[in-house]
């Protein structure tokens, strides 16, 4: 499993040593606002930190914690595959990503977005990547553009209607 390390923060595969604080941090209202609509229990969060350590131990990557130097945790970002009940369905592994409160605003999202984005590009050779996100959150809506996802439709996932969006691995053409 990979541990990825930026300006300001270390991205490292999720483990049962973060239970508590991924409980306090799924426990907070501004990080579920979008993603669930409302604060997850402890078996969820652990129901969740399970399925997280099996999609690595399944398909070689995952999601990470992002600690920064203190050994805070910042929030998680990941790509994965949930095979999620969502139509359409993505045709393409999946980004997604969460800030505790208190790093929102920060640039720490994006900085551990691109991290993993460079990861699915120049490692696992992804050509495209997807996410979904609610509408109304316009902060990760910036964010996805900031990092080159464009969007490129509309999906029903759980009766929610999200906006679905895709980003092309960068050419890396060389002139010769």
Not at 28 to 40: A, C, D, L
Not at 138 to 161: C, D, M, N, R, W
Request: net charge negative; charged share 20%; aromatic share 10%.
């Amino acid at each position: 499993m990979t541990i990825l390390r930026t300006e300001r923060l270390t991205l490292t595969p999720v483990a049962p040593t973060d239970f508590e604080d991924l409980t306090l941090m799924w426990a907070e209202e501004g990080v579920t606002r979008y993603i669930s609509g409302q604060p997850m229990c402890a078996e969820d969060v652990w129901l969740r930190l399970l399925r997280d350590i099996g999609h690595w131990q399944v398909l070689g990557y995952g999601n990470w914690v992002l600690r920064d130097h203190t050994e805070t945790l910042v929030g998680s970002v990941g790509l994965f595959d949930y095979r999620r009940d969502l139509s359409p369905p993505f045709t393409a592994p999946e980004i997604g990503w969460a800030m505790t409160s208190p790093f929102h605003g920060k640039g720490l999202g994006r900085e551990a977005v691109s991290a993993v984005l460079d990861y699915a590009d120049s490692v696992l050779g992804f050509e495209r990547t997807v996410c979904m996100i609610s509408d109304p959150n316009t902060p990760s809506i910036k964010l996805a553009e900031a990092v080159g996802f464009k969007p490129y439709g509309q999906g029903l996932h759980k009766g929610s209607t999200l906006g679905l969006y895709e980003r092309q691995r960068p050419s890396t053409n060389s002139a010769g």
